[in-house]
């Protein structure tokens, strides 16, 4: 019996360590990371959340809501209309988070995040998008950069303006496709494909162009090399005849000129290694041969 009895002591004091312990985790809640808790009782909000980390005490009756305060994006398509009453579908990213130190009142006032989400954001985005929408005069002009930025900055400025007092706060709104109707695709490739023709064909111009350029450059080459052949002629022409011309004057001036020439004509002669015959006439002033040249005729 004396060995009994510690035993039950044992399992008395475990049993009771347990229910301390169960019990005192009641008393103590665990927030995770990047999320906000809210507690209610009896239906009742609590007016303060509790942040992520260990709270102690309190109160084990509490129901609680948590709320992910990270940063989300909300993906949304939408038909747009523009001014020529034509319906172009975007597809808009959302960046927002939900206010943490807002969350009690988005569930008092609305629910929990998801619920924020769809009672809040959805609509008002949906309808600013319309409402920018009527501000663009042509379908087609959604594909402007500049279009597209007012859009983008209309719509975070409208969605912050509407959203922060209801705890969510937006960082931006990017757009992230644009889709037109499919007979203005069909005419902007059309186009497209006229534009490329045109680009071919003006290269194509652009080639003809530049052959017919170096034609007219080579051409214009010969006819200067041309030029300058006939130049170069002309003064060969132009110094032959002054010599010949120099030649009769000297003829003319003096006589013996010829028989000169005609000995310098016999020199070359002798040194010709071809057998020569030459015939003389004695009874000639000028017996050698071509020396008679000289001789005036009367």
Do not use: C
Request: net charge neutral.
């Amino acid at each position: 019996m004396a060995r009994v009895r510690p035993q039950r002591n044992l399992v008395v004091l475990v049993v009771g360590a347990v229910l301390l312990v169960l019990v005192g985790a009641q008393f103590v809640k665990t927030v995770p990371p990047g999320r906000v808790g809210v507690a209610t009782l009896f239906g009742n909000v609590q007016p303060e959340g509790y942040s992520q980390g260990i709270h102690i005490p309190v109160n084990p009756l509490y129901r609680w809501t948590m709320y992910d305060a990270r940063q989300k994006t909300h993906l949304e398509t939408a038909n747009v209309p523009s001014q020529d009453q034509l319906q172009t579908k975007l597809d808009v990213s959302v960046q927002y988070r939900i206010d943490g130190a807002m969350a009690p009142d988005i569930l008092e006032q609305t629910g929990d995040e998801v619920a924020a989400v769809r009672v809040h954001l959805i609509p008002k985005l949906r309808s600013l998008l319309r409402e920018q929408g009527k501000s663009i005069k042509r379908a087609e002009d959604f594909f402007q950069e500049e279009t597209q930025e007012t859009l983008q900055l209309a719509l975070t400025d409208g969605l912050r303006e509407y959203l922060e007092p209801k705890g969510i706060l937006v960082s931006a709104v990017l757009i992230r496709d644009i889709t037109l109707p499919p007979f203005i695709v069909e005419a902007i490739e059309q186009k497209k494909e006229r534009e490329q023709a045109v680009e071919r064909e003006r290269a194509e111009l652009e080639r003809v162009r530049t052959e017919l350029q170096q034609q007219v450059a080579r051409a214009e080459a010969g006819r200067e090399a041309a030029e300058q052949e006939a130049a170069r002629k002309r003064i060969l022409a132009d110094a032959q005849a002054y010599e010949i011309t120099q030649i009769n004057n000297a003829i003319a001036r003096n006589q013996a000129y010829i028989q000169l020439q005609s000995l310098e004509a016999l020199k070359a002669i002798s040194k010709d290694p071809a057998s020569k015959m030459y015939f003389m006439d004695g009874s000639s002033p000028t017996p050698l041969p071509l020396m008679h040249l000289g001789d005036i005729k009367q």
